[in-house]
Structure formats: C-alpha cells, structure tokens
C-alpha cells in the first residue's frame, strides 16, 4: 500500500528487520543444542545425514511457507491456538495447542537440562581441570536432575527478566555463538585426522581420566553398539526412516512467528517467509559444512562410533562407561585438536552461548499460551498474574513444578526394567512429537482456510497467491500435514514399520513404549479435563464458554 | 444487574461496527461501550480504467476489476479491513501524489462519511430497543468526529463526562492517550492526562463502584506491552522486544481511586485482563483487519464484578 494513502496513526510501523527474524529462526532449529544433540543419537541409522538434512529441509519449506501464510492472514492472533479455533471451532484448538506448547515443553524441561550439561558444565568443568565435577555432571540420575534444575532456574531468571532483556541476550549470543562454532569448523577443517587421534588420547587422559588407548577403545565400543549411519548416500527409503529423528532438530523454523508484526501486504510476507527460510537453508549448510569437517579430521567413522558408544550406555545397553566417559560434545572434540588450555577453555564459553541464547525458549512460549488460556477464562485469573517487578509468577509455577516432577521421572529413569534399558528416559522424541501433532493440527487448518473463511482469506495479502487456481496455503498445507502424518505414522507404529513388531524400533516411543503413549495420552486427558470443567464451571457462572466464541451475526 | 459488552480499536471497519451494534443482543449485554479508535488509517483508490474497468491495489496485490458485482464485492472488501475506497482516475493520482496535503481532505472526508453512516445505522437498529451505548473516541480518531456522534440519538458521546451508568456505577471516559510516535489526534503529556483524569474522578459520587472507560491501559499492567521501535519506527528484534508503553499518570489514578473496573484498547496485541490492586483491568485487544470483534464481556455487581469473559466475536 503507497504510504501516500495511510495516515499517521497509532502502530503504523515499518517492516521489521529480515536479519533479525532470521536470527530468531536461527536460533529456534539451533544447530549446536538441537542439531549436535540428535545426530549424535542417529548413530544406527542406515540414510546418510547429508541426505536426510536436505530432504528434510525441503519439506519444512512447506512449513514455513504454512506459517507466514497464516500470519499473513490472522497476524498476531496468538498462534496455533487461535488460528485452529477460529478455523475448526471447539476444544481442538485449545487442547492441542495446550498440550503442544505448553504440557510437551514440561518433558523438553530435562532435555534442556542434560544439553545443559553436555554442552557447558561437563566439558567447560574438564577443560577448567575439574575432572572429578566433570565426571560426576556425566553420570545418570541425580547430575542430570542437579543440572535440570540449574536449567530451570536459568530459565526462570530468563522469565523473570522479560522478553526485552532476553531479545537482547539472544542476539549477542548469536555472534558469540557463531564465533565459537566458526573456530571449531575452522579448527575441524585445518586439523588432520593423525592430530585429532593424537589429541583425543592425551585430552581424554588428561581431562577426565580415560584409560590410554582411548581412541582404540571408543572404535570397538562404537561398533559394538552398532554405529552404522552414513555421512552421505542410502536409498530414498533408509533417508526417509532418518527423518522421524531428525526433525527433533529442524521442526522449529517457525517457534518465534507467530510474533511477528502485522503483515500489509506480499513484501511483509515475504519478510517472513525469507528470514525463517533463509534461517533454515543456513542452518541446514552449516549442518553439512559441520558434517564435512568432521568427516575431513575425527573420522566421520569414528565421530559416530563415539556417538554409539556413549548413548549405548546412557540407554541403558551396555553397563560399562564408555572409554571417553563424557558425552563426545563435537566442539570437545575439536578443542582436543590443541593442548592450549587457553583456546580450549574460550572456545568451550564461546560454544556455551549456543546454548544460553537457546534455553529462554523453553518457558516463553509456554507462559504466553497459559496467559491466553487464562484470558479466555480456561483457566483461573490468577494464573496471569503479574508480581509486584511485572513477573508471572503463577505461570511459571505451572511450568515449573510439573516440570521437576517429569524432570525427575526422567533423570532417575523411572520405569526402566532391572538390565536398565527402557523407562521414561525413552520418551526424548515424544518431546517432538506432542508439538508435531499440534502442527499437524494447524496444517490442517491451514488447507481448509480458504474454503471455510472465504471471506476472511479473500481480504488477506495471500488472496493471490495460488498454483493452477489453488491457494498456496492448501498446497503447502498438504505437503507439510503429508510429511507430519508420515512422521506420526512412523513413530507410532515403528516396531511394525521397521523392526518386525520386535524391540522399541527405530524411534523408542512407538504404541510399545507405555511411558511414551501414557505421557501423551495424560497430557491429552488432562487439557480436555482443563477445557471441558471449566467451559461446565463458567457455565454455572452465567458464561457460555461456546458462545463468546462464534461469530456474531453482521446483519 | 448490569452487564456491558466492551469493544474497542475497531478502526473504520464496517463488519466489526456492524457486530458491535448486534453484540448486546448476541451476547445479553445491556450496555454497549466503545472505547475509542473509531477510524480507518488508509485509503485505497480504486483506479478508474474506463467503461467499467477498475484497477485497485489491495495489500500489495493487484486487483483489475471488470464487472460491477466485481467492483461491489471489492468495496466491501476494502471496507471489511477498515479503509476506505476512493474512486479516481490515473489524472487525478498524479495531482494527489503532487499535492499530497489533498490526501488530508480525503481522508477527513471520507473518515466523516463513513462515521455518519455508522451513527445512521445505529440509530435505525437500535431504535425501539433499550440498549444503551457509549462511545469516547480514541486518539487516532480527529475532533470533527465527535459533532457527528453528538448528533446521533442512539449513540451517546462520553468522553470527558461522569456517565451514570446504573444505580450503583458512574463511568469516566477518555480516549486521549499519552505520547505516540505518531503525533496522533488526541495525545499529550503524562501530566496534561493526569489533570484531564482528575477532573472527573473528583466529580465521582461512589469512586470505588466506577468504571475507568480509558483508551491508553496502565503502563506496566501487561495490558499495554507493544514491540519496541527503533528510530525509524521498526520493530526491533524482528517484534519479539515487547516493551510497556502505557500511561503512568492512569496508573497512578487507578492506584489512587482504586475504581472497581478499568476498560482499555490502544494496543491491539495487549489483549489481557490483569489487576491493579482490586481494580479488574480489561484490554479486549482488537482484530480489526479480519473483521473480528474482540471484546470483553463484564457482569457488574453491587461493589464487585460478578463475572467477565473476553470475547471474539
């Protein structure tokens, strides 16, 4: 629209920076928390990684393209929740968003807690010479619970801070974070493989005590677990099999969109689209870039066989610790390149940022979606309540002691058979597939838009845009629901899909998992419970919950 | 019982004025309350191409228009989002891009028709039934409009005025707001509010029982976080800065007189209700552009809230 015709009035902003959303972008699919976190559990597969990261990436064009189509047409709305109840009406929108974004972020909470650990305690405590503190970080139960709370109260300061102050902290540790992990593919890419063999012996040794011969140790360790999963190449279907694992890292180009400011028009769309898709090509360049160096100095190989070698143990197959008997942090690795304590001690921290900028993630979305709930009267007034410094108190309440509790179910494996294998520390990817199914709710309504909110659709800056008389919101609605349905289909059925009905399959938290289904299935009861009794209690109260909901009559 | 159905922001947009006026029947309010923001913010021109050829720009996408039922369905389109058509030929845009003060006269004219239009169409619904309606236009709303709502007989201007509201509540209203970036119609300084604010509650018989009908919220209510803006009025951090930006001088009057319900708009992303102190504060936020109508719906007691809901509608 020419500026010519709109008048000074209150909110007429101009666009906001491409940079700056894809930062955001960048940050939520994080290549060093989420990224180096899942490849290093994919070390069974038979796709290669580089392979799996472009077909993946190809599909969540689709998703990025679903989201800046919905905040095209219903900006600043609220996201998933208001988008599907305006579009499907009822509970739906409420219990899956519920669930998806608030409930689900409960079981990342010890996730967050163990990246903690993995990415900054263990290794920053073994390079600063505190090898016994290291150790003990490493180990299973209480570290993983001790750093799960540290976690929490981060996030909680994250919280209390405000979404300003942490704007500001994400961008800063973006440019740290990159600076880090710029030294480490340079450090990958310049180092040789004999140097890192040499390295990874004396710094295994030196920082947490490993017996020498490390290296060998970690290769028969390795392919004892089975370490199998490519750099590159297998067949289209073994690729596709990596996927249902690998969107642990990359489903989330969209996490900060549904912020993004009122959009007047196909440029502002484009904006939108652009700083999540740019995110999402870059994220996934680096990705092979990462995967390259790694292959050029520690050995693809053996990079994976460290990988089969750690989470063999901490799943609970094998009962001896490792020969490294930390997790194999890739950025440790790479500082293992030099002996200068100096070097290795600032890249750690510079690393470290990568996680810091990431974590504030986990309760911000969480406390928006109970503050809307709370507004919409589905949940008591008091849990949007603000404190005397402007914290919500309450809501982070509801985040966090729901949060220990499944934090502690997590940490101590409960549930796990007498041989340790099983329990609820398998349920990692349901942590995905909660918020999968929430999408898959919102691709669905995103096909449907134009057909049920016609009017709606036609007044929005995406009325044009269409393929062979199609919207482009159906189409990318289709493919990214396809592709969420092919997801949710392989992890709930993945005994019968890929290991003959035998074992826990390929992702852990098929129908077989009890843990898994039941932690679903409660979170599901639970928002229901949470809609129905209250939609019954305001009922009592003189408020149709239905009512104030549908649309008023024009006429 | 009184039970008041509040909207706010709805920004010359036909579909949500339209709603509102049905609400109190939809909802079982007896009182409707609009708490300012009235008027669109742009005006789209419909190009004439001659015969019945049309060329309109809709959000950055071109429209040709060929037919009359085309030319209809786009006005209504237009005016669904809160702007205004304004026919014209490719002669007269090249004088209006020359002399853009012109574009002023425009707006003001067709601002003021469409205002007029919404009090005749009140008048006529509402004619023949008891609901009550208040209005105080907000900041981004010019002075002229107010003479066109005084003359309405069904819509009653409020601003600046204690407003008996029922046996139990008086209603203060304001629509001014404090300083924008935008140099808007109604705004000024913390302590020109301050005074403007006192003016009516010394005039309050029963302070305690009042509604605040204010358009800016309370600053660091929660009601009124909006992204923070660089120099060049861009959102910074891509809008995920939220910064608070509402009225300290209300703040304190709400502290000070401790008023039982505080309506607001202003910030259309601050939908929310929040407390200060006892006080109910309600930012309905607004969805103008997709022609829905947030609101609030607010049951009043004798000295409490019995039971409020925020709405969309």
């Given amino acids: 629209m020419s500026n010519l015709f709109v008048r000074k009035a209150t909110g007429m902003v101009r666009s906001w920076s491409v940079f700056d959303a894809f930062i955001y972008a960048f940050f939520s699919i994080n290549i060093v928390t989420l990224g180096f976190y899942s490849f290093s559990q994919m070390y069974f597969f038979g796709g290669g990684m580089i392979n799996a990261l472009v077909l993946s990436a190809v599909f969540l064009i689709f998703e990025i393209i679903v989201y800046s189509s919905l905040i095209a047409v219903m900006p600043r709305s609220g996201g998933d929740y208001v988008w599907m109840t305006r579009i499907f009406g009822g509970g739906a929108g409420f219990i899956l968003s519920i669930t998806g974004w608030w409930f689900t972020l409960w079981l990342w909470t010890p996730i967050y807690g163990d990246m903690l650990r993995q990415f900054v305690l263990t290794p920053l405590l073994g390079v600063l010479g505190q090898k016994d503190l290291a150790l003990w970080f490493s180990g299973k139960g209480t570290p993983l619970f001790v750093s799960t709370m540290i976690a929490i109260a981060f996030v909680s300061v994250v919280i209390a801070l405000g979404m300003k102050t942490y704007a500001r902290v994400q961008k800063y540790s973006f440019y740290a974070g990159m600076l880090g992990l710029l030294i480490i593919i340079i450090m990958l890419f310049t180092g040789s493989h004999e140097s890192f063999k040499?390295?990874?012996?004396?710094?295994?040794?030196?920082?947490?005590?490993?017996?020498?011969?490390?290296?060998?140790?970690?290769?028969?360790?390795g392919t004892d677990a089975g370490a199998t999963t490519p750099i590159s190449g297998g067949t289209l279907n073994l690729v596709f099999l990596t996927l249902p694992w690998l969107v642990f890292f990359n489903l989330w180009p969209n996490w900060g969109a549904t912020l993004y400011g009122e959009v007047r028009g196909a440029t502002d769309y484009k904006r939108n689209f652009s700083g999540m898709a740019w995110a999402l090509g870059s994220v996934t360049v680096l990705g092979i870039v990462f995967f390259l160096g790694v292959s050029k100095t520690i050995g693809w190989d053996f990079y994976m066989q460290g990988n089969g070698a750690w989470w063999n143990y901490a799943w609970g197959y094998v009962t001896n610790i490792p020969p490294l008997p930390v997790w194999p942090y890739p950025a440790l690795l790479a500082v293992f390149l030099t002996s200068n304590r100096l070097v290795q001690i600032v890249v750690i921290l510079l690393m470290s940022f990568w996680w810091f900028g990431w974590a504030g993630t986990l309760f911000l979305s969480s406390t928006r979606v109970i503050f809307a709930a709370a507004f919409d009267r589905l949940l008591p007034e008091k849990v949007a309540e603000l404190n005397s410094n402007g914290t919500p108190i309450n809501a982070m309440l509801l985040m966090v002691l729901p949060a220990i509790l499944v934090s502690y179910l997590y940490a101590y494996n409960v549930g796990a058979a007498a041989d340790g294998t099983g329990g609820f520390y398998t349920v990692t990817l349901a942590a995905t597939q909660g918020i999968a199914i929430m999408y898959f709710g919102t691709a669905i309504a995103a096909i449907i838009l134009p057909y049920k909110k016609k009017e709606l659709f036609n007044a929005s800056p995406i009325a044009q845009m269409k393929v062979a008389g199609i919207p482009m919101i159906t189409i990318a609605g289709v493919i990214f629901g396809g592709f969420l349905a092919f997801l949710l289909v392989e992890w709930m059925f993945d005994p019968w899909l890929n290991s003959g009905g035998e074992g826990p399959g390929l992702y852990g938290i098929s129908f077989k998992n009890t843990w898994s289904i039941a932690f679903l299935l409660g979170c599901?009861?639970?928002?229901?419970?949470?809609?129905?009794?209250f939609k019954a209690y305001r009922k009592q109260g003189g408020i149709?919950?239905?009512?104030?909901?549908?649309?008023?009559?024009?006429e | 019982m009184t039970t008041i159905f509040f909207a706010t922001d709805i920004h010359g947009s036909d579909i949500c004025w339209s709603k509102f006026l049905n609400a109190g029947k939809f909802y079982g309010a007896d009182t409707l309350i609009l708490g300012g923001d009235m008027t669109g913010k742009a005006v789209v021109p419909f190009i004439h191409q001659g015969g019945d050829h049309y060329r309109?720009?809709?959000?950055?996408?071109?429209?040709?228009?060929?037919?009359?039922?085309e030319l209809k369905e786009m006005t209504k389109r237009v005016r669904s989002r809160g702007y205004y058509p304004y026919n014209t030929n490719p002669d007269e845009l090249i004088d209006l891009q020359n002399k853009p003060e012109l574009v002023h006269d425009i707006f003001r004219a067709e601002v003021l028709r469409v205002v007029q239009q919404w009090m005749d169409l009140a008048d006529k619904k509402l004619d023949g039934t008891d609901m009550k309606v208040y209005c105080s236009p907000g900041n981004d709303d010019m002075a002229e409009v107010d003479e066109i709502i005084r003359s309405s007989r069904r819509v009653l201007l409020v601003e600046g005025q204690v407003t008996q509201l029922d046996a139990h509540h008086e209603m203060i209203a304001s629509g001014w707001s404090n300083r924008t970036p935008w140099d808007t119609e109604r705004e000024e300084d913390e302590d020109q509010l301050a005074a403007r604010y006192e003016a009516m509650i010394s005039k309050l018989k029963d302070p305690h029982n009042a509604i605040f009908n204010v358009h800016v919220p309370p600053y660091k209510s929660g009601l009124d976080e909006a992204p923070e803006l660089d120099k060049d009025l861009r959102p910074v951090l891509a809008g995920n800065s939220m910064i608070p930006v509402g009225s300290t001088a209300l703040r304190a009057a709400i502290e000070k007189t401790k008023p039982l319900l505080s309506l607001h708009g202003h910030?259309?992303?601050?939908?929310?209700?929040?407390?200060?102190?006892?006080?109910l504060c309600i930012n309905p936020g607004s969805m103008y552009e997709q022609g829905t109508l947030l609101g609030a719906i607010v049951k009043l007691g004798k000295n409490k809230i019995e039971n409020y809901v925020l709405t969309s509608g």
């Fill in chain 1, 198 to 221: 040499a390295g990874f012996d004396a710094n295994a040794t030196a920082l947490f005590g490993a017996s020498s011969g490390a290296y060998d140790a970690t290769v028969k360790a």
């Fill in chain 1, 524 to 533: 599901y009861v639970l928002s229901a419970i949470i809609y129905y009794g």
């Fill in chain 1, 544 to 554: 149709d919950m239905d009512q104030v909901q549908k649309e008023i009559p024009v």
């Fill in chain 2, 56 to 69: 309109v720009t809709l959000l950055e996408q071109v429209y040709d228009i060929t037919t009359e039922e």
């Fill in chain 2, 267 to 279: 910030i259309h992303e601050g939908r929310g209700s929040t407390r200060i102190g006892k006080t």
